[in-house]
């Protein structure tokens, strides 16, 4: 259709007038927290696979080892062929890790959100969002078709405020949020909100997808979600709550229904991951560490969770300095809106457990060069 590839020309064209496009560059993750890009051996400071798993070796012969005996796919929804057992030991494992009741695996963290908030809100009911909250728990809020009010960032008192005013108004209320902020790096207030929704019988999911194995918080949310595809170097999503609320969205939500159950080998690389979290907590303080080493020396704040992230201001800017960090061999992807909001673009840094003090070292060196020119 010629009118549709024009509308397409025309979008692109002003994307790529605001520096705004986005291309797919095809990059080979290697061991050691590198990466080959057009044939350049290159180290990686924006990847999330933050504890180095997926090139573990207990880790990957456990993916293997599963798709060897079992297969590569999982042939169909979880109700229906798809549920493989290992489904089933990987959710009992993320509910002892999080100390709930029972948990429930989704096909990706995205899939996760946008199935749990719709099975449990609807349109008469009310939903308080973090503003800067992932896009995904944003996708679960539409779908929902609850009324959607955004709080401030971070910002307990502006919820309690908004809660006060409206919460009369509807039968059920969710409030949503990042534990660890994804292009901050930094947390929620989770007591104030824990508390906040106990007084006003409001329902508070939280996402630790940059959270889990990185940093341990207290968690007072009845409903703890989080990714597989992380520090878990799998892929997928879970949610950890009671039984009756895993019951039920085990028969209410849409995107578990009809979406394929993950694959053997993904699920076994997630419980082997979650395995080497729980034994290994020195690897897991890793990266966080060298967050606050290269914090430290260029004077940024403090990092919570192992991400820094360094505002630039402007696309052309944070794309400048993301191309001479390139030329000195460091990966770091430049973060522009609208994933994050105008004016606020950026370099989000990512430490991996596998990084050694003198790379991050060198990391610093050349994000002074690359600010400088
Ligand atoms: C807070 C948060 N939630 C969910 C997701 C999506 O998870 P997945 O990649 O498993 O779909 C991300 C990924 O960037 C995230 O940062």
């Known amino acids: 259709m010629r009118s549709l590839d024009l509308v397409a020309r025309q979008k692109l064209d002003i994307l790529e007038a605001r520096r705004l496009r986005r291309h797919l560059r095809s990059t080979r993750r290697l061991p050691g927290g590198v990466v080959n890009r057009d044939g350049h051996e290159l180290l990686d400071f924006c990847s999330n696979d933050l504890l180095s798993l997926s090139h573990d070796p207990q880790v990957v012969a456990a993916a293997v080892d599963a798709t060897r005996t079992f297969g590569t796919g999982s042939g169909a929804s979880r109700l229906v062929t798809g549920n493989h057992p290992l489904l089933r030991a990987l959710e009992q494992s993320l509910a002892r890790h999080h100390g709930t009741e029972d948990a429930l695996v989704f096909g990706s963290g995205y899939l996760m959100n946008a199935g749990v908030v719709p099975s449990l809100v609807g349109k008469d009911d009310l939903i308080l969002i973090d503003s800067l909250a ?153 990266p966080n560490q060298l967050a606050r080493r290269f914090a430290a020396a260029l004077a940024l704040p403090t990092p919570a969770a192992g991400i820094v992230p360094l505002i630039v201001g402007t696309p052309e800017r944070a794309l400048a300095v993301s191309e001479g960090l390139l030329a000195d061999g460091f990966l770091v992807t430049a973060i522009r809106p609208p994933t994050v909001p105008e004016g606020t673009a950026r370099l989000r840094f990512t430490f991996q457990a596998a990084h050694t003090e003198a790379q991050v070292d060198a990391l610093t060196e050349a994000t002074r060069r690359a600010l400088r020119r």
């Open 134 to 286: 992932h896009a995904c728990l944003y996708a679960g809020a539409q779908l929902s078709r609850a009324t959607v009010v955004r709080f401030n960032h971070n910002d307990a008192a502006h919820a309690a405020a908004e809660l006060a005013a409206r919460r009369a108004d509807h039968p059920r209320c969710m409030v949503l949020t990042d534990t660890v902020f994804s292009m901050d790096g930094d947390l929620a207030p989770l007591a104030e909100l824990g508390r906040l929704c106990a007084d006003h019988d409001a329902w508070l999911l939280t996402d630790d997808a940059h959270g889990l194995g990185i940093v341990s918080l207290d968690n007072p949310a009845p409903l703890k979600g989080g990714t597989l595809s992380k520090a878990l170097a799998a892929y997928g999503g879970y949610i950890c709550g009671t039984a009756v609320v895993m019951d039920l969205l085990r028969t209410r939500a849409r995107t578990l229904i009809y979406s394929t159950g993950l694959p053997p080998g993904v699920v076994a690389t997630a419980q082997a991951a979650l395995q080497r979290i729980e034994a290994d907590p020195a690897w897991c303080a890793r």
